[in-house]
C-alpha cells in the first residue's frame, strides 16, 4: 500500500513552489514530526491511578506506545506531587508519521459532528500547528465497547516552515480542511 507520502508528495511539492515561487526543493517547507499527547494528571490528583485504557486508545490510535512524563516539581494547589504521573506522548515520525496524518485528515476529520473545518488559530507564528480533539472516538481504532471514560487528545504538527503562511500551505496542500485562510501578509481571512 502506498502512504500518503509517496501518493502526494509531487503534487505537493510543485504546489508549493508554484505558490511560494521557489525553486530550490530543499527550501521548501516539511512536515518533520507529529505529537500526540494526553493530561492525565487530573484524573491522577482526584484518586484513579488507573490510566491503561487511555494508554491502550492512544496505542491504537498511533500505532505506537505512548511514553509516561511525570511531573518535575510538587505544585501544592493542584494537588500535585514529585514524580506523579502528568501524561502520555507519542512523537511520530516518518511512515508512521504520514500514515496517521492521512487518518486524521481523511477519516477521523469528518466524523466529527457539525464539522466545517479546522482553524487557523492554531498556528504559532513560526509554522508549527497544534490541533486539539474532544474526543478520542472519531478515529476508528478506538473501540468504544471497551473504553471506560472518553478523553481528549493534543496533536502537535512540527514543520520546518518560517512563518504561519508557510505552514498553512504545506497543511493545506496536504489535505487538512481549514475553515480561514491565511493571506499573503498573513492575516486570516473568511473564506467566502
Same mark, same amino acid.
Given at each position: 500500500?502506498?502512504?500518503? +507520502? ?17 525553486? =530550490? #526543493? ?7 514530526? /507529529? $505529537? *500526540? $499527547? !494526553? ?18 486508545? #492512544? ?9 509516561? %512524563? ?5 505544585? $501544592? =494547589? ?5 514524580? #506523579?504521573? *502528568? ?8 511512515? %508512521? ?7 486524521? /485528515? ?6 466529527? %459532528? ?21 474526543? !478520542?472516538?472519531?478515529?476508528?481504532? *478506538? ?11 493534543? *496533536? ?5 516552515? =518560517? ?8 497543511? +493545506? ?13 498573513? +492575516?486570516? /481571512? +473568511?473564506? $467566502?
Amino acid at each position: 500500500m502506498a502512504t500518503r +507520502k509517496t501518493k502526494n508528495h509531487g503534487e505537493t511539492i510543485e504546489m508549493l513552489k508554484k505558490e511560494l515561487g521557489r525553486k =530550490n #526543493l530543499l527550501s521548501l517547507p516539511r512536515v518533520m514530526k /507529529v $505529537s *500526540v $499527547s !494526553c493530561g492525565i494528571g487530573s484524573m491522577i490528583t482526584q484518586g484513579n491511578k488507573d490510566y491503561a485504557f487511555i494508554e491502550k486508545s #492512544l496505542a491504537e490510535i498511533t500505532g505506537q506506545k505512548p511514553a509516561l %512524563r511525570k511531573s518535575r516539581k510538587a505544585i $501544592s =494547589n493542584f494537588k500535585l506531587r514529585k514524580g #506523579l504521573p *502528568v501524561g502520555l506522548v507519542v512523537t511520530l515520525r516518518k511512515e %508512521r508519521m504520514f500514515d496517521f496524518l492521512g487518518r486524521l /485528515v481523511n477519516i477521523a476529520l469528518p466524523r466529527v %459532528r457539525d464539522f466545517h473545518g479546522i482553524s487557523v488559530k492554531g498556528f504559532d507564528g513560526q509554522g508549527n500547528y497544534s490541533l486539539g480533539i474532544e474526543d !478520542c472516538t472519531i478515529f476508528p481504532e *478506538v473501540d468504544q465497547e471497551t473504553l471506560t471514560r472518553s478523553h481528549g487528545l493534543q *496533536v502537535n504538527v512540527s514543520t520546518k516552515a =518560517n512563518n504561519n503562511r508557510e505552514g498553512y500551505l504545506l497543511l +493545506k496542500a496536504m489535505g487538512f480542511p481549514f475553515k480561514e485562510v491565511i493571506n499573503e501578509d498573513g +492575516k486570516i /481571512v +473568511k473564506k $467566502s
